[in-house]
């Protein structure tokens, strides 16, 4: 009996670790369309609650690599999901709040919650859509990396740990907007993969993926 007691408890604190790990992070500031609930500056729209914010990962890992051969929503909507997709433009959470406003090709600070860490790299893109309540495109988006202040390229590695991170960006030249959609796009690198050249190691071919948009305005 005390055997079966141990393991049942053995399993349920498994379980539980495996709950407090499974959801990761999002936009914190400009605010992610699925998080600005949480901040008093927007309650005066009526934003609407995403209580599981820190968990947009392409509807999982089997979902995305597996059924949708690892497409995602831009905004890390199950790609499947009809348009518009819940946290684009025109969907649930998608309402075209301006969560910050910039000043063009000035340097800025981007701050991601990192709830849980899973190696890997963040980046982030712009696209000046000005259309909010349309989807955007990653089309749009891949033409606007945007590039760390030290020089380093668009990727920023985090440490191992779950933290507040700051990005120093910079923004592009000559680019403003009404509305423009910015995507923090989170590929995580603590699963063993290979390669198309078929190198395998840990972080290598498909990982898990998380996003976050948030909508800003350049002047």
Not at 67 to 96: M, V, W
Request: charged content about 15%.
């Amino acid at each position: 009996m005390n055997k079966f007691v141990l393991g049942a408890v053995l399993l349920m604190v498994s379980l539980a670790g495996d709950r407090l790990v499974d959801g990761h992070g999002m936009l914190w500031d400009p605010a992610g369309r699925q998080s600005l609930w949480r901040f008093e500056e927007f309650k005066k729209y009526d934003p609407e609650p995403n209580f599981t914010d820190n968990q947009l990962f392409c509807g999982g890992f089997q979902h995305q690599w597996e059924t949708q051969g690892g497409k995602c929503g831009i905004c890390g909507d199950p790609f499947n999901e009809p348009s518009p997709r819940a946290h684009e433009g025109g969907g649930l959470y998608g309402k075209g709040i301006i969560a910050k406003t910039y000043k063009s090709g000035s340097k800025v600070n981007i701050t991601i919650n990192l709830t849980a860490a899973h190696l890997g790299y963040f980046e982030l893109k712009l696209c000046p859509h000005n259309n909010p309540l349309v989807p955007a495109t990653q089309e749009c988006l891949d033409q606007y990396p945007l590039q760390l202040v030290d020089g380093s390229g668009s990727r920023f590695v985090p440490p191992n740990r779950a933290a507040h991170y700051v990005l120093h960006v910079q923004l592009p030249q000559g680019v403003t907007c009404q509305q423009c959609v910015l995507q923090w796009h989170y590929n995580t690198g603590n699963s063993w993969g290979t390669d198309p050249d078929g190198s395998s190691g840990m972080g290598r071919g498909a990982q898990e993926v998380f996003r976050s948009c948030a909508d800003i305005q350049i002047v």
